[in-house]
């Protein structure tokens, strides 16, 4: 079965400090990677995606994530956090051939200024 | 609309009444789906829909759970004889479909807060 594992449910950073959300997942196949960020009382809104093309993938607001097949990894990463990141971020999969996003239990991110 | 919109954003029901929940997808989206998010937790799947069929209902966790988009654009999730382990955040998504690959971006609505008391 395809899953996804945020390994930290809780991280805290300093503002202007990097940011590191770990993911794995499970995947028999070629998955669809994603994230997702959810700020309180909002929708989900999606940050950036990996669809086998480059394994370094931009997103919006200056995060990044990295595809690492021999890790199955799919990190996430800002080079300087900021007051406005603070929120949930989602790892999704979705299975080669099916349209069934897998959603990982979420890693509550805090900012301290 | 610009967005998936979902109504009504609250709803506060009794245990053991019947309640619905309504999604207007984006313009064009012909994949529709819903998802249930409890506190604490990331969004569980329940229903995909293809234009009007349902193409994935296995997530919906019994028979007291009905989806319907009759026209293949709007759609409701319909809840019956509502429990209080029925309350969580109920959202609705859409995509346009893409045959033989995955990879699909999903839009999401703001969702609807379901409490049942």
């Known amino acids: 079965a395809q899953s996804v594992t945020q390994l930290d449910s809780h991280v805290s950073v300093s503002e202007g400090t990097p940011v590191l959300l770990r993911c794995n997942y499970s995947?028999?196949?070629?998955?669809?990677l994603f994230w997702y960020v959810q700020h309180p009382n909002k929708g989900l809104q999606l940050l950036l995606k990996?669809?086998?093309?480059?394994?370094l993938v931009k997103g919006i607001n200056g995060f990044e994530a990295e595809f690492k097949k021999s890790e199955t990894s799919f990190h996430l990463t800002k080079p300087s956090a900021h007051m406005s990141d603070a929120a949930e971020y989602f790892c999704?999969?979705?299975?080669?051939?099916?349209?069934?996003?897998?959603f990982g239990t979420g890693t509550r991110l805090k900012v301290l200024a | 609309g610009a967005g998936v919109s979902q109504t009504p954003s609250n709803k506060v029901t009794e245990k053991g009444k019947y309640v619905e929940l309504r999604c207007d997808p984006i313009?064009?989206?012909?994949?529709l789906y819903w998802y249930r998010q409890s506190l604490g937790q990331g969004p569980e799947f329940l229903i995909y829909?293809?234009?009007?069929?349902?193409?994935?209902d296995s997530g919906l966790p019994n028979d007291r759970f009905f989806a319907v988009r009759p026209e293949g654009s709007v759609s409701t999730l319909k809840i019956q004889r509502t429990e209080r382990g029925d309350s969580a955040v109920y959202l609705c998504?859409?995509?346009?479909?893409?045959?033989?690959?995955?990879?699909?971006?999903?839009?999401f609505g703001e969702g609807s807060w379901l409490t049942v008391v």
């Open positions: 829909f293809q234009g009007t069929g349902a193409a994935d």
């Open positions: 990996y669809t086998s093309a480059a394994t």
């Open positions: 999704v999969v979705t299975p080669s051939g099916t349209y069934k996003y897998i």
């Open positions: 995947s028999s196949y070629s998955p669809s």
């Open positions: 998504a859409s995509s346009l479909l893409r045959r033989r690959r995955s990879g699909n971006t999903i839009y």
């Open positions: 313009s064009g989206h012909t994949a």
